[in-house]
């Protein structure tokens, strides 16, 4: 029997809509070699090794009448070419005209007749570089352990690891009456999955939502923040079906004497700095800033016992355990030093009153574990109330060695983190090879000058820099 989506799962697919597409997407940037990195050359190297995520060759089968959640089933007429896909940028290829595309390309819906991804190479960015767009519906990935399609293509050496050539045979795809069939079998196993189930594919988000919080057990257990609504910001509008994507660049050794001088974690300076960008954005729109204000975000966050990233990492190891913090951001005080010890006190309070869901709990209620951890940002905000929360900002250590794909070397990775309902900006930030990279994605109409605000940062991340000199 093909495999059913989980309830989660399935409910990625039932409750998206027009203005918020669920796909996770990532923009990597390559050095060209002097044997290029072209098309012919990253479609093979995905036909090599797209068996190791056999999930991204299957499709999404719908049960005749809702009676039991969607299946996974093959895609006989899978083709490599219709989800790798090729552009090129005007001259002279810049990275605003890159960040046009991004937002371009993620703000379009996966095609649902098909596998639910696709990727770009982009040609004709300047210095001889090029960058791959990935996009991979939530719907797809299930399990903390799971890799997409992005990260499969990426080796630790120039020399591409061999994999084993399989040939590829699709099953059968089941008629209508055997998905009817089957559906009324695991009603007979488990009644109480049909309840679930028309909740499920009503959009009954509330409904979804409570029972991933009774299975998990107070999924998340910060009464104390969520009890009150979240600060009123410009960061909770009736969002467009449009994006815009900007990126901001930055060192990690900076993050790391910040947090040497003052005993905090990296991610803790991450936090003081995009609360010190968001205070001065704020200012800049003329919007009320007070002692008091405060910009509540909903931050996933990698679990490794050690307060830094690491030094190491295979190619698709960016973490293995994920909670996730309701936190907020001092934006109202004027000290870049006193924000840092606002956020460090909070991060630590929550920490040491298991205020956080592990994600261990979340991959036994279901498929809520992510293939990367921005995701797990993208998942929970869709299953929670806007009013708790302003924004999501997710941040992933990843390996800081190089990395290559077909023998281009990745300089630099910005997530695109999804927006929710209401949510005008997601904020996703990457730890690679020395690097931190930011990338913003936010509505097009409310966040005009969310260009302003990645500017910031440096400003942000240079005024703890002058604290600690």
């Known amino acids: 029997m093909p495999a059913r989506l989980s309830a989660l799962d399935a409910s990625f697919l039932y409750l998206e ?139 630790i050496s120039p020399d591409p690891q061999a994999v084993a050539e399989e040939l590829w045979m699709p099953e059968p795809e089941p008629s209508g009456s055997r998905l009817v069939i089957d559906a009324v079998g695991d009603m007979v196993a488990r009644p109480g999955e049909l309840v679930d189930n028309v909740r499920v594919a009503a959009g009954d988000a509330i409904a979804t939502a409570g029972k991933i919080v009774g299975v998990a057990g107070k999924l998340f257990t910060m009464a104390r923040t969520a009890s009150r609504r979240a600060p009123g910001t410009p960061l909770n509008v009736n969002i467009s079906t449009q994006r815009r994507f900007t990126v901001a660049r930055t060192e990690l050794e900076s993050y790391r004497r910040i947090r040497a ?133 997710t941040n992933v250590p990843g390996p800081q060695f190089p990395l290559y794909a077909a023998g281009a070397r990745l300089l630099e990775m910005f997530p695109v983190v999804p927006l929710a309902k209401g949510q005008a900006l997601a904020i996703g930030l990457t730890s690679y090879d020395g690097g931190v990279y930011y990338g913003f994605n936010g509505d097009r109409d409310a966040m005009a000058d969310v260009d302003v605000l990645a500017g910031l940062v440096d400003e942000s991340l240079d005024e703890l820099l002058v604290a600690v000199s």
């Open 261 to 393: 001088a003052h005993g905090c974690s990296v991610n803790d300076v991450v936090l003081s700095v995009i609360s010190g960008a968001l205070r001065n954005w704020l200012l800049s729109r003329g919007e009320p800033v007070t002692a008091s204000s405060s910009v509540r975000a909903l931050v996933p966050l990698s679990v490794r016992g050690d307060a830094d990233v690491p030094s190491s990492a295979t190619a698709g190891s960016l973490g293995n355990r994920v909670s996730s913090f309701l936190v907020d951001l001092p934006v109202g005080e004027p000290s870049p030093v006193v924000r840092l010890h606002h956020v460090t006190h909070a991060m630590r309070e929550h920490t040491a009153s298991g205020q956080s869901v592990g994600a261990d709990t979340l991959v036994r209620i279901g498929g809520f574990a992510p293939p990367t951890l921005h995701a797990l940002g993208a998942r929970a905000a869709s299953v929670i109330s806007k009013r708790i929360f302003n924004l999501v900002v």
């Open 17 to 155: 809509e027009t203005t918020t597409p669920m796909h996770v997407g990532g923009v990597a940037i390559f050095q060209r070699p002097k044997s290029g990195l072209d098309y012919d050359r990253l479609v093979t190297l995905i036909e090599q090794r797209i068996a190791l995520v056999p999930r991204f060759r299957q499709k999404v089968r719908y049960v005749p009448g809702n009676l039991a959640r969607p299946v996974w089933v093959d895609d006989a007429d899978f083709d490599i070419t219709f989800h790798v896909r090729r552009s090129a940028l005007p001259r002279p290829g810049s990275d605003s005209a890159l960040n046009d595309l991004v937002a371009r390309v993620v703000s379009r819906p996966l095609d649902r007749a098909r596998p639910l991804w696709e990727m770009y190479l982009v040609e004709g960015l300047t210095g001889g570089r090029a960058a791959v767009i990935t996009k991979t519906h939530q719907a797809l990935v299930d399990g903390i352990s799971a890799i997409d399609i992005g990260q499969v293509i990426l080796d």
